[in-house]
């Protein structure tokens, strides 16, 4: 399955994502669980499908792992709105998907089936899909703070709704140490070394301590305002370490991870 394919799968699995937003925001929870699970399966039999024909983990490029995203933010959203029954966790998780799926319809890439021999490591695949679900999962806390945030609310947040961002946090974070720790012995094997302060690492560790920051606080501190707003702080921190690097002129030539 080519790349020419990815705008059937994507016209597909957006189709049902909708669907089922509207079923959700219209009070057909099962409905709406299954439609958008199938949009969901499809766009995942497309990724498998290019993992095929590549005969390689469709993970290198930028728009490859865009795929990813967009695949784990609406499995992320479908798995909330099953648990909190909130339409608007579909709605954004969804709407999140659909920016990244136009963004590689509007930007495609040239996919070849070369890897670089660092990249043909037991640590490649793991290391990516683990870090692109932390990702995932982190946006989905920041879409989830800002609703919050913004929301006019007699009690807003309630601690319920808190509950679930912290929890949230915790399984991204938890996923972004997996991550970097399946990178670390990645680099000791393929350059030498568990960590050389490149470019990429620096910011992933400020992306880390930053959200490790945020669990530490937030038993403490009862101001909901600063505690959104460092959540988004630490997104923005996330963004930088994933496609932000790419722009910095200290990273041009040096990193090994610019895309």
């Known amino acids: 399955m080519s790349w020419d394919s990815f705008i059937y799968f994507a016209i597909a699995s957006g189709i049902c994502w909708i669907w089922g937003t509207f079923q959700a925001f219209h009070q057909q929870r099962k409905l709406a669980l299954g439609i958008s699970g199938i949009g969901s399966i499809l766009f995942l039999v497309f990724i498998i499908g290019l993992w095929i024909s590549l005969e390689r983990p469709p993970l290198r490029t930028m728009g490859e792992t865009r795929l990813w995203y967009s695949f784990f933010l609406s499995i992320i959203g479908i798995a909330l709105y099953g648990k909190c029954r909130y339409p608007w966790i579909l709605g954004f998780s969804t709407l999140m998907s659909l920016v990244f799926i136009l963004v590689n319809i509007l ?8 890897l670089m021999p660092a990249l043909q ?9 683990v870090y692109m679900f932390s990702y995932a999962m982190m946006g989905a806390v920041t879409l989830f703070a800002l ?4 929301r006019k609310s007699p009690e807003n947040p309630s601690q319920k709704e808190f509950m679930i961002c912290d929890n949230l946090v915790r399984i991204g974070w938890a996923f972004l140490s997996l991550g970097m720790t399946m990178g670390a012995l990645w680099a000791k094997e393929a350059w030498g070394d568990y960590w050389s302060w490149d470019p990429k690492e620096t910011w992933a560790f400020d992306t880390w301590l ?3 920051l945020y669990l530490h606080l937030r038993p403490s501190c009862k ?7 460092w959540l988004i702080f630490s997104f923005i921190l996330l963004q930088m370490c994933w496609w932000g690097i790419n722009f910095l002129p200290s990273a041009q030539g040096v990193s090994i991870h610019t895309y």
């Open 147 to 150: 609703y919050l945030w913004f």
């Open 223 to 229: 101001n909901k305002d600063f505690l959104f707003a």
């Open 107 to 114: 930007k495609p890439e040239i996919h070849s089936k070369t």
């Open 210 to 212: 930053s959200y490790l």
């Open 121 to 129: 490591s037991i640590w490649f695949v793991p290391h990516v899909i």
